[in-house]
């Protein structure tokens, strides 16, 4: 674990000393960042992680480390490379389905199926084009980063997976395969993150 106090002077050689990065879920990225208004449903939000955070991943981008995000740590992802969320899910999409079934559900509960892109990174390690997931977030990404693809979607449109087919492993997830190591296909895309690292 990385102390988000770390100068950001540092973090190109903070990089240069690990083989890869898992960037966790969490509170709201501040909305400023990225452009848009704040939103009486934003809640966590710690700018000094925010900046650490956002300068992490594009500096592992930049020296192609392999990189894993999932929830809030997907989020970071996008606006690190340009892109956008949206706030709030529920007030911004019509149609949307609740995602944020968090706190008052345990952590495992399957809410939503996704589908996959079968001519993606993401399926491949799967090993299948479609997956029953949890969800917990309340925001997700909007505007994809012109470096990243989407390539997983919940049944209402949103994104649940991005990854950037330029480089070696970096790869984002909008649910928690954490709680979900039951399965298989969740357990694979740690696995790999594993291997990618020892490449």
């Known amino acids: 674990m990385l102390p988000t106090a770390i100068p950001l002077t540092e973090v190109p050689a903070i990089v240069d000393q690990y083989d890869g990065f898992y960037l966790t879920g969490g509170g709201d990225i501040d909305p400023a960042l990225f452009g848009e208004?704040?939103?009486?449903?934003?809640?966590?939000?710690?700018?000094?992680?925010?900046?650490?955070?956002?300068?992490?991943?594009q500096q592992a981008i930049a020296?192609?480390?392999?990189l894993l995000t999932v929830c809030r740590g997907t989020q970071v992802l996008n606006v690190?490379?340009?892109?956008?969320?949206?706030?709030?899910?529920?007030?911004?999409?019509?149609?949307?389905?609740?995602?944020?079934?968090?706190p008052t559900y345990r952590r495992d509960k399957l809410v939503h199926d996704v589908s996959i892109a079968p001519d993606s990174r993401l399926a491949q390690i799967l090993g299948v084009n479609y997956v029953r997931t949890n969800s917990l977030h309340h925001q997700s990404v909007n505007r994809v980063a012109d470096d990243l693809h989407s390539v997983a979607f919940a049944p209402d449109g949103?994104?649940?997976?991005v990854e950037h087919p330029d480089k070696h492993f970096v790869i984002g997830v909008q649910w928690h395969p954490e709680w979900l190591q039951d399965q298989q296909p969740m357990r694979s895309i740690y696995q790999q993150l594993i291997n990618a690292c020892q490449d």
Do not use: M, N
């Open 63 to 66: 020296q192609d480390k392999p």
């Open 80 to 102: 690190a490379c340009g892109g956008t969320l949206y706030v709030d899910i529920a007030s911004q999409i019509a149609g949307a389905q609740k995602h944020d079934w968090w």
């Open 158 to 161: 949103v994104i649940e997976a």
């Open 37 to 57: 208004q704040s939103h009486d449903s934003v809640y966590g939000v710690k700018p000094e992680r925010d900046r650490f955070e956002l300068a992490l991943v």
